[in-house]
């Protein structure tokens, strides 16, 4: 069930990747990843804990090696080559406590090439325009767990990546916090940089991502748009109508429910309005008609099946509880 990637989309590539595939101590982690995540876009990982996307992204990354496949990034097959190129925030958060803000971005950006002073003074620009001007000298045993997860976030970008590859970067922020974090994300897609992203939050792909691999198992059974996983399954039609009985009856598409004074269907592919018309000319007295257009969770539903989407509800419910 494997989708074109982007219809008609002649962007470069920033990741490529071919029948990926890790196998640990006999379980196959990941099983035949393909991806194509053009230049520029915010592209998301989304599926359940378990479900191979920490793999999947450090194959990309070249922290590991896959068993099988091939990938490409920026058209290199070896990511150490462009590291340099890349910005990389892992699952497991972690600066040294003892170092100060600046010094700990300064330090990341050390890591993949920047000069040491200017990863210095561009730390203290980073995080002056960050609302954290305040913390600049402070140790990072100092700071709340958003804020040394936004310091983070500021060393994984300080040498001004062309891709960026944040491994849940949601977890762990409230609600503000991860306001912040999308409007990062977005300043750094329109500024031409890709963004990468695992989640195991349907909405924050939804809301975020322009593609998405849907991933369960190891396997991928969906990685393209997002607009096009929603658009698999027809938008539903609500109709109320005045009269219970008519003609206009017959319009309607055999599959549809009626509750009450409702109707619910499947919108026709033909669309809407020739059903509409045989309704108005029978007098069908319209109340009220709404087209609701399928989400990703339904479109998640669709592909990855019931199981795997209670499966992800409940790592959300386990990490809010936490
Ligand atoms: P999570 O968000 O929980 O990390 P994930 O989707 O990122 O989930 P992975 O971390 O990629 O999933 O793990 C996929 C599978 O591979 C899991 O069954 C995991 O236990 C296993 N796995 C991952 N890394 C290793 C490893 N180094 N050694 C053995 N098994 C591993």
Known sequence: MKQPEMDSDTRPLAIEAHGLVKRFDGTTAVDGVDLAVPEGAIYGILGPNGAGKTTTLRMILGIIDPDEGVRKIFGHERPHDIAKMIGYLPEERGLYPSMKC?????????????????????????LEAHGLGHAIEKQIRQLSKGMAQTVQLLGTLVHQPKLVILDEPFSGLDAINQGKLETMIRDLAAGGTTVIFSTHVIHHAERLCEGVAIIAGGKVPYAGSVEAARDRIPAQVRLETREREGQWLGALPADHRREGD?????LPETGIEPMLRALIEGNAGIQSLSIERAGLHDAFVDIAGAAAARALEEDNAAEIGA
């Open 102 to 126: 600046d010094d700990a971005i300064a330090f990341m950006g050390a890591l993949r090439g920047l000069p040491k002073a200017e990863g210095k003074k561009r730390g203290r620009e980073l």
């Open 262 to 266: 409702f109707f619910y269907f499947p």
